[in-house]
């Protein structure tokens, strides 16, 4: 399950600034966790890079998390992972409750409007101060679309789709 996204190196030591893409980061980046080079979608990566990467500590910091892992030492090569994404066992998660999902779960997932159809599925998500907005990913484009009471008027995440309400000009 994708759990996070490095944003850049931090210090000289090899730490990441780490973009949360969970409600439970105390839990996945904390000492002694197992996190996992992964993409978006939450395939890991393959090859040796698929090795787990041992966390020495995570902490929050502003609106991101400061995460050491055991494997990295040096800066520049905390560096070449600017951009990648971050995995974790959903075992290490706390159950999510019937009405919830988790933020990594909607990367991937069918995005279909009411009455519509299939129109694409979720390429990102952002963390927002208004609220999460997906990146949805189209024949036409990247729309940019706020996850709302509103808008969203279904997710299953056995079928991994989420349902719109149809909006004017949102899709097109």
Known sequence: MV????????????????????DAPDAVFASGALLYPGDREGNLVAGGEAQPLHVEDGRP???????????????????????????????VLPEADDDE?????????RVEVEGQGLVGHVRDVYDAPQGYILEVETPTGRPLVPWT??????????????????????FD
């Open 3 to 22: 759990v996070g996204r490095v944003r850049r190196a931090h210090g000289v030591r090899g730490a990441w600034a780490v973009e949360s893409l969970t």
């Open 61 to 91: 910091m502003n609106k991101e998390w400061l995460v050491r892992v055991r494997e990295l030492t040096d800066r520049d090569i905390a560096d070449g992972w600017r951009g990648r994404y971050l995995l974790a066992d959903p075992s």
């Open 101 to 109: 999902i988790y933020i990594g779960d909607l990367i991937g997932m």
């Open 149 to 170: 009471d509103e808008l969203v008027l279904s997710v299953d995440d056995t079928t991994r789709t989420i349902v719109f309400a149809p909006l004017d000009g949102l």
